[in-house]
T-cell receptor, first 113, second 114 residues
């Protein structure tokens, strides 16, 4: 069975500092990987995804994630965060050929001035 | 596109009452998912449909919960009778049943059972 581990429940960081949110998964087959963001009182929004090809994927607002098959990781990074990045971030995995997404427990990113 | 639409956005009800949550998926999407989110348990998949047919309902907590999808543009999640432990935010999401399977979430229904 698949599983996703987000070890950090909360990550506090100052504005303009870099940040990394960690995600590890377990699966015996090929996977698709996703990061979703949830702003307060809203639904989840897709931030970026890895399907195949380049292992480095980017979002339009400066986040990037790198698929590392050997370490079964898909960490999310941003070189300089903004106050508006304060949100909860969920890593998710699906097996190619199966629709169910398995979500991690989420990491709350708190950006302060 | 209006995105996934859920109603109501907030629901407060008394224990024992029936609750019905509604979802309209994105037009053209043929898969629909119901999730529940709580502080204690995080985000849980309750059930999902492909082409209006339930595929996996293993996440439905118990017989008090039921979900239907009578057509491609509408789904309901019903709780009868409701209990305080059902208090949560319920999300509906839709996707295409092929390709990358990325899911698009609605804004959620915040349910409070007193």
């Amino acid at each position: 069975a698949q599983s996703v581990t987000q070890l950090d429940s909360q990550v506090p960081v100052f504005e303009e500092a870099p940040v990394e949110l960690r995600c590890n998964y377990s699966s015996s087959v090929s996977v698709y990987l996703f990061w979703y963001v949830q702003y307060p009182n809203q639904g989840l929004q897709l931030l970026l995804k890895y399907l195949s090809g380049s292992t480095l994927v980017e979002s339009i607002n400066g986040f990037e994630a790198e698929f590392n098959k050997s370490q079964t990781s898909f960490h999310l990074r941003k070189p300089s965060v903004h106050i508006s990045d304060t949100a909860e971030y969920f890593c998710a995995v699906s097996n190619t050929g199966f629709q169910k997404l398995v979500f991690g427990t989420g990491t709350r990113l708190l950006v302060s001035p | 596109d209006a995105g996934v639409i859920q109603s109501p956005r907030h629901e407060v009800t008394e224990m024992g009452q029936e609750v019905t949550l509604r979802c309209k998926p994105i037009s053209g999407h043929n898969s629909l998912f119901w999730y529940r989110q709580t502080m204690m348990r995080g985000l849980e998949l309750l059930i999902y449909f492909n082409n209006n047919v339930p595929i996996d309902d293993s996440g439905m907590p118990e017989d008090r919960f039921s979900a239907k999808m009578p057509n491609a543009s509408f789904s309901t999640l019903k709780i009868q009778p409701s209990e305080p432990r059902d208090s949560a935010v319920y999300f509906c999401a839709s996707s295409l049943a092929q390709g990358s399977y990325e899911q698009y979430f609605g804004p959620g229904t915040r349910l409070t059972v007193t």
